[in-house]
């Protein structure tokens, strides 16, 4: 690893973005629109103030999971991967770039996410609110490094996508925002028990319960990085630099 | 430690095989240093796999390539060596001055190097143009100006003139041969044969075996041909009939 060029790789991944202005858009519009949405169906119950902050969690993990593993797959099938790793660049180079560089936008999303929530559709937590962002965007780089890692196995972008209901939808049902995990079946509760995402669940709603959460939420968010960490770790097994 | 005497890139009984397909069946040969080399083969002769082992990208069966005193792909020799596939393979959406600067920052490159390059691939009036809004032409310059910017000791170009004009054509091999009066190796791969006379030196490669390795001069006196194209038929002709 060297610190010049995985900062060079995730300056040209932003460069990139920057080009793609209604990508810029939709990743920051989106996830607003979306929590107004919801505010706005449960106007008047206790329901938003439950799911919101979990769902603020929810959507960074599925919008980097879907642009990474797109993006990945181009630079797979446009020939650059190859050219890259002919050059000094280290395979954690070029996925701790990546995961930087969607990163930085997560920053920008969580922010501006949570404070639509927070003062525009009057989302009530009791913990910190500078957490909800920092699980927000630890959630965006897991979703960065899935879809780094599933990338890998996607030969075409129409794969790429199908990826997301194969590998996000099963993690949202059983994360345990419509069933609390558990009064899941035993063997569903043990299969929550490994998915990333009802770590990220459940940091979001301790956060909402308590006003002492930052122990808790802790020990949450530092499993969901570490998950992070293991796909980037089996992502680089899927960079080769000598290919058939 | 430098050895200027000894071959840019020394092939011995190179073995590749591609699904059911041994594409090149125990290939050997060296490729002097500060020249031009043309690999020169009709399409599915094995071309591109030579280069592509000679770069450390392609997964070998047997046999040892040999590149600038190291084995092919190692860690020292991704800096000096450059390598042009033959799509272009750089950032549609990023500009070619964004292209350059970033594979000049991946090499080390000095700062000067991404404007010399554009200047050397004559792209300076498109420095600020969108890769992908360029035509193919251009496009597969910005390809070649990423392998340039590093200054690489050895060049390996896949049909880098495909698509270009004739006088883009004359300019690219008037910059290859000032790159090799510089010390750079170049091997440069083409399926036409008219190219032949701008080599320095020529392999003839056919179903993965070298036909000929000789001076285009030498090529044509050995086989008494007008021009390579009948050269290589000549050659041909003989294998067959041996």
């Known amino acids: ?244 | 430690m430098m050895n200027y005497e000894a071959p840019a890139v020394v092939v011995d009984g190179l073995r590749v095989i591609r699904g059911p397909l041994e594409v090149l069946p125990g290939i050997s040969l060296s490729v002097p240093r500060g020249q031009v080399v043309g690999l020169l083969g009709p399409s599915g002769s094995g071309k591109t796999t030579l280069l592509r082992s000679i770069v450390g990208v392609q997964v070998v069966a047997g046999g040892t390539v040999t590149v600038l005193g190291e084995p092919a792909g190692s860690p020292g020799l991704r800096s000096r060596v450059g390598y042009v596939t033959q799509d272009p393979s750089v950032y549609g959406d990023l500009t070619v001055r964004a292209n350059l600067t970033y594979f000049a920052a991946l090499v080390g490159a000095p700062r000067d190097a991404v404007e010399r390059t554009m200047e050397e691939v004559d792209l300076t009036a498109n420095a600020d143009s969108r890769v992908d809004r360029l035509s193919g032409g251009e496009r597969s310059r910005v390809s070649l100006g990423a392998a340039l910017v590093g200054s690489p000791e050895l060049l390996v170009l896949d049909e880098p003139t495909v698509g270009l004009d004739p006088v883009l054509r004359r300019d690219l091999w008037a910059m290859f041969h000032r790159l090799a009066g510089d010390g750079t190796t170049l091997l440069v791969s083409s399926h036409v044969m008219d190219e032949a006379t701008r080599c320095d030196r020529l392999m003839l490669l056919r179903e993965g075996h070298l036909l000929a390795d000789d001076t285009p001069d030498g090529l044509l006196a050995r086989t008494g041909a007008p021009d390579a194209e009948r050269a290589f038929l000549a050659l041909i002709e003989k294998e067959v009939a041996a």
Request: aromatic letters at 8%.
């Open chain 1, 1 to 244: 690893m060297n610190p010049r060029l995985t900062l060079a790789t995730a300056r040209r991944v932003l460069l990139q973005v920057r080009a793609d202005p209604r990508t810029l858009g939709l990743l920051i519009v989106v996830p607003c629109v979306l929590i107004g949405l919801l505010a706005w169906i449960f106007n008047g119950t206790n329901v938003f103030d439950r799911v919101g902050a979990p769902l603020l969690g929810v959507f960074p993990f599925v919008v980097m999971f879907l642009v990474t593993s797109v993006t990945t797959l181009r630079e797979r099938s446009s020939g650059t991967l190859e050219r890259l790793l002919s050059t000094p660049l280290g395979k954690g180079d070029f996925l701790a770039g990546y995961a930087l560089a969607f990163g930085a936008l997560a920053v920008v999303q969580a922010l501006v996410a949570t404070g639509f929530a927070i003062w525009v559709c009057g989302l009530d937590v009791a913990g910190p609110r500078w957490l909800l962002v920092v699980v927000a965007v630890v959630d965006a780089v897991l979703g960065t490094a899935t879809g780094l890692f599933v990338s890998a196995f996607a030969r075409t972008e129409f794969q790429a996508v199908q990826f997301m209901p194969a590998f996000v939808l099963p993690q949202f049902l059983l994360c345990g925002l419509l069933v609390p995990r558990d009064g899941l079946p035993r063997a569903l509760e043990l299969a929550s028990d490994v998915l990333p995402l009802s770590y990220a669940v459940d940091a979001m709603r301790t956060l909402t319960a308590q006003v002492d959460a930052a122990g808790d939420v802790g020990r949450d968010v530092a499993i969901v990085a570490a998950f992070a960490v293991a796909a980037i770790a089996l992502g680089s097994l899927t960079l080769r630099r000598r290919t058939a």
